[in-house]
């Protein structure tokens, strides 16, 4: 069976868990906002969840089973059809008109009834369902609970009597996600006191716009960049993994009006030469106004590099207006990419990428100090000096069976704070490249508008 950490890494990517700064229903602030509402649109993942939720209890014991309204009526009707428990509706308040019920569903009194609820804080809306339930001669002896907020609620519950079986708890939760980069130390600290009663302060996190980055961008190429995007209102970096010198110009004339960059891995090319390869692509790079981006991702000595670089067949120095390299090299290393940009492999999205921690924070060094760096790949957020490049990004898959691991355009946007989304098979692979260019775009640009607060043009 699956780990449990594996399962939540996949709800995660729906969005059911936000850090940051939220005001509560009760008016207190919270360094994290619970929804799982999501998971309703993923019936995979819906039942995944109800067989979890059912292997965590004594089915035997039980006659009914209800979701308390409203975001757990979805995980309540899954449990029902993996179990063949009947289930039960509760009203947020009864009809006015017809039977005028509370409780819809058969049932008889003294039957007992199995509740479910997403998220429990306090436990008092528990408590104010659970009377309201057993007024109808219905007996409520266990609760079970997807996501525990450590907040009192289970402890009260357990005090009056009811059994509470929680799936996560949000001490879990972070600890999950910390292990995976997606929480900094400084965040579970956060989160920590403020499950302990402390109070928290937070610090004011503005997302700076392209405009503002271009005002401190300081290498020539990362203004480029930053310029085109404003332009072309695009934040879209295309990869072009195909394997004629033909498939790629046609590729980059199709998608050229709607990027800012044309990844490429030249090396693939298998016809490649310099006349009829490069002078066309470069022509279409200036005739749709986007950057070549040569994915060559170096990882050796300096003087290796710089071969690799500017000799060979491929002499990517006379045409990439960026590269990406691995820092593995240490600082120097980067020194021979001279009047053309650096994207430093912070980390990688494939499963069981060995770029830890450790290696991140001592790339990043490395990343921050050197001066042809203008930014990073990674998998988490990194300091507005550099700008951050998210590759991965699918609209509709989770991974291709190879290791590779896909983020929505909205949260690498919204949760990695990334700059550039990166899309290669959603792109090439499409059976109408443009439109799926156009359409990836267009996410990418309208969660940048989101967070940014801008309006559309």
Same mark, same amino acid.
């Given at each position: 069976?699956?780990?449990?950490?594996?399962?939540?890494?996949?709800c995660? #990517?729906? *969005?059911?868990? !936000?850090?940051?700064r939220?005001?509560? =229903?009760? %008016?207190?602030?919270?360094?994290?906002?619970v $929804?799982?509402?999501?998971?309703?649109?993923?019936?995979?993942?819906?039942?995944?969840?109800?067989?979890?939720?059912?292997?965590?209890?004594?089915?035997?014991?039980?006659d009914?089973?209800?979701?308390?309204?409203?975001?757990?009526?979805?995980?309540?009707?899954?449990?029902?059809?993996?179990?063949?428990?009947?289930?039960?509706?509760?009203?947020k308040e009864?009809? #006015?008109? *017809?039977?005028? !019920?509370?409780?819809?569903?058969?049932? =008889?009194k %003294?039957q007992?009834?199995?509740?479910v609820? $997403?998220?429990?804080?306090?436990?008092?809306s528990?408590l104010e369902?659970?009377?309201?339930?057993?007024?109808?001669?219905?007996?409520?002896?266990?609760?079970?609970?997807?996501?525990?907020r450590?907040?009192?609620g289970?402890?009260?519950?357990e005090?009056?009597?009811?059994?509470v079986?929680?799936?996560?708890?949000?001490s879990?939760v972070?600890?999950?996600?910390? #292990?995976?980069?997606?929480?900094c130390?400084?965040?579970?600290?956060?989160?920590n006191?403020?499950?302990?009663?402390?109070?928290?302060?937070?610090?004011e996190?503005?997302?700076?716009t392209?405009?503002?980055?271009?005002?401190?961008?300081?290498?020539?190429?990362?203004?480029?960049?930053?310029?085109?995007?404003i332009?072309?209102?695009?934040?879209?970096?295309?990869?072009?993994?195909?394997?004629?010198?033909?498939?790629?110009?046609?590729?980059a004339?199709?998608?050229?009006?709607?990027?800012?960059?044309?990844?490429?891995?030249?090396d693939?090319?298998?016809?490649?030469d310099?006349?009829?390869?490069?002078?066309?692509?470069?022509?279409?790079?200036?005739k749709?106004?986007?950057?070549?981006?040569e994915?060559?991702?170096?990882?050796?000595?300096?003087?290796?590099?710089?071969?690799?670089?500017?000799?060979?067949?491929y002499?990517?120095?006379?045409?990439?207006?960026?590269?990406?390299?691995?820092?593995?090299g240490?600082?120097?290393?980067?020194?021979?990419?001279?009047?053309?940009?650096?994207?430093?492999?912070?980390?990688?999205?494939?499963?069981g990428?060995?770029?830890?921690?450790?290696?991140?924070?001592?790339?990043?060094?490395?990343?921050?100090?050197?001066?042809?760096?203008?930014?990073?790949?990674?998998?988490?957020?990194?300091?507005?000096?550099?700008?951050?490049?998210?590759?991965?990004?699918?609209?509709?898959?989770?991974g291709?069976?190879k290791?590779?691991?896909?983020?929505?355009?909205?949260?690498?946007?919204?949760n990695l704070?990334?700059d550039?989304i990166?899309?290669?098979?959603?792109?090439?692979?499409?059976d109408d490249?443009e439109s799926?260019?156009?359409?990836?775009?267009?996410a990418?640009?309208n969660?940048?508008?989101?967070?940014?607060?801008k309006?559309a043009?």
């Open positions: 069976m699956e780990s449990k950490k594996k399962f939540f890494l996949e995660y #990517e729906l *969005g059911i868990i !936000k850090f940051g939220f005001t509560l =229903k009760s %008016g207190i602030e919270s360094p994290f906002y $929804d799982l509402r999501p998971l309703a649109s993923d019936p995979k993942i819906l039942k995944r969840l109800a067989n979890y939720l059912l292997d965590m209890l004594p089915l035997d014991n039980f009914l089973i209800c979701g308390v309204p409203y975001a757990a009526l979805p995980m309540a009707t899954a449990m029902s059809l993996e179990s063949y428990l009947p289930l039960i509706i509760k009203r009864a009809k #006015e008109h *017809g039977t005028k !019920k509370l409780i819809e569903g058969i049932y =008889k %003294g007992n009834c199995l509740l609820e $997403d998220v429990i804080t306090s436990g008092k528990l369902t659970i009377p309201e339930i057993e007024d109808e001669g219905i007996t409520v002896s266990d609760i079970v609970v997807v996501l525990d450590e907040q009192g289970k402890e009260l519950l005090a009056k009597g009811y059994r079986h929680t799936l996560f708890t949000i879990e972070c600890k999950m996600l910390q #292990e995976e980069e997606h929480l130390d400084e965040d579970v600290l956060r989160i006191d403020f499950l302990r009663g402390n109070q928290i302060t937070f610090k996190d503005v997302r700076l392209y405009e503002q980055k271009l005002e401190v961008a300081e290498h020539s190429v990362a203004k480029k960049l930053l310029e085109t995007a332009a072309k209102n695009s934040n879209l970096i295309a990869s072009a993994d195909v394997l004629t010198t033909q498939e790629l110009l046609d590729l004339d199709k998608i050229g009006p709607h990027i800012v960059a044309l990844k490429t891995h030249i693939i090319i298998t016809d490649f310099p006349d009829t390869t490069i002078l066309p692509l470069k022509d279409l790079a200036v749709h106004n986007f950057l070549l981006m994915d060559r991702k170096f990882a050796d000595i300096g003087y290796t590099q710089e071969l690799q670089f500017s000799y060979g067949m002499k990517i120095s006379n045409w990439a207006d960026f590269v990406t390299s691995h820092v593995i240490g600082y120097e290393s980067l020194d021979c990419f001279l009047n053309v940009g650096v994207v430093a492999i912070l980390g990688m999205s494939s499963k990428t060995l770029t830890d921690r450790n290696y991140h924070e001592q790339a990043l060094k490395v990343a921050q100090d050197h001066p042809n760096v203008i930014g990073g790949v990674s998998q988490k957020q990194l300091p507005e000096n550099l700008l951050l490049f998210t590759p991965g990004i699918s609209l509709s898959d989770s291709d069976g290791g590779q691991q896909y983020h929505s355009p909205e949260h690498a946007i919204k704070r990334t550039f990166i899309v290669g098979r959603g792109i090439y692979k499409s490249a799926a260019a156009l359409q990836y775009k267009l990418g640009w969660a940048y508008l989101a967070e940014t607060g309006s043009r």
